[in-house]
């Protein structure tokens, strides 16, 4: 949800509603206050997020203002462990998102917005709950989502079931401000049928490697490169055999006496 907050100086106070598809905006005019607009959502339906949407906010870096990850539902905290969105990027294994699932659905969706993002065209993803290999086994994971972005195309892909890092192209580069993945199917776990997810993040630093000059060479290559001598050229023959004689018989040896 985005809170956007515009000081304005008006004489009177009045509030007005209105609605654009799933996107509600309440725009609140107070004299000598602000103007406070609330929109649900940034994908093409307006209206991705609603009342239940459960968001962590990593703040700003080096390639956003802000990247947040909302969940369409989680699994409860306990007394030692969290399950919210915040696990899909502490880069830490001993966490994870984690919501309730079934073996046929219905399936929890993540969505990725970014605040004045960086080009990127791919997602890294650390499947399941990678705290230890026997968790990992125990809970479900994402087989194959459809992942869709706010200015282009959807598709589906499927993750590997091991806990290494994996790279998902995403259907087109660009700066994208929402990144949705929908879980479709999933790995079932040998004893809970909760889905968990350890890492997902926009790849920024794979973008800008693609736009990186090569580095320069180093001077032991320059160095190596001056000294290399160009290939010896193969001598003339000056008429002699190049192989030597190997014994053939000459075209005297070969005449015919007459009879």
Known sequence: MLINFMPV????IFIKTFNIGKCSR?????????????????????????????????????FANDIAFCVSAEVPASAR????????????????????????????WIEIRIDDGAEFRRVLVQNGYGKSPEVYRQNSRPRTLEISVD???????????????????LPSA?????????ILDVYPGEKY?????????????????????????SKEDERAKDNAKPPTPPKPLD????????????????ELEPR
């Not at 100086?9 to 009177?12: E, I, T």
């Not at 696990?87 to 998102?97: R, V």
Request: glycine content about 10%; some cysteine.
């Open 239 to 254: 008429g002699k055999v190049p192989f030597g004689d190997l014994g053939l018989p000459s075209d005297k040896d070969l």
């Open 9 to 12: 100086r008006r004489a009177n």
């Open 193 to 217: 049928t909760d889905v968990c997810l350890d890492y997902v993040m926009p790849d920024f630093e794979y973008e800008e490697s693609l736009s990186r000059p090569p580095p320069p060479a």
């Open 151 to 169: 200015n282009g195309p959807a598709a589906r892909v499927t993750l590997p079931d091991y806990h290494d890092m994996a790279a998902v192209e």
């Open 174 to 182: 660009g700066k994208h401000r929402a990144v949705r993945l929908s």
């Open 26 to 62: 309440i725009v609140a005019i107070m004299k000598v206050s602000f103007v406070v607009a609330i929109c649900c959502g940034v994908l093409s339906e307006c209206g991705s997020a609603d009342a239940a949407d459960n968001c962590w906010s990593m703040g700003a870096g080096q």
């Open 81 to 108: 462990n969290a399950y919210g969105p915040k696990g899909l990027a502490d880069s830490n294994p001993q966490t994870a998102w984690c919501a309730p699932s079934g073996l046929h659905g219905p399936f929890p």
